[in-house]
Nanobody, 127 residues
Framework: QVQLVESGGGLVQAGGSLRLSCAASGRTFSAYIMGWFRQAPGMQREFVAA????????KYADSVKGRATISRDNTKNTVYLQLNSLKPEDTAVYYCAADPSHLLDGIRLRPESYDHWGQGTQVTVSS
């Protein structure tokens, strides 16, 4: 079992930046594919970014491509999501998720593929 705690959300003006962090505790962090998802009010949870166990495979949603960077530090049991050039439509609760995998470079894009979730951190972008 792994526990996930997100941090770094907040209120930012359009065009600003935020760095979200997700700290994991419990079982070996490096055994997990990590993903970031977001959910706006009244909307389904949507994929933002994912990173493989090794960090060698990364995928972004088209909506954040070029503005987001996902990274992980397996020595600190933490995954990060850097968000730049934020837009009001980026406003949502951001969740990190973890799923165990035997593949070093596999990634998962669908929320139903992840077994473990954090409580979320609110990102609000004002226009």
């Amino acid at each position: 079992q792994v526990q996930l705690v997100e941090s770094g959300g907040g209120l930012v003006q359009a065009g600003g930046s935020l760095r979200l962090s997700c700290a994991a505790s419990g079982r070996t962090f490096s055994a997990y594919i990590m993903g970031w998802f977001r959910q706006a009010p009244g909307m389904q949870r949507e994929f933002v970014a994912a990173i493989s166990r090794s960090g060698g495979s990364i995928k972004y949603a088209d909506s954040v491509k070029g503005r987001a960077t996902i990274s992980r530090d397996n020595t600190k049991n933490t995954v990060y999501l850097q968000l730049n050039s934020l837009k009001p439509e980026d406003t949502a609760v951001y969740y990190c998720a973890a799923d165990p995998s035997h593949l070093l470079d596999g990634i998962r894009l669908r929320p139903e593929s992840y077994d473990h979730w954090g409580q979320g951190t609110q990102v609000t972008v004002s226009s």
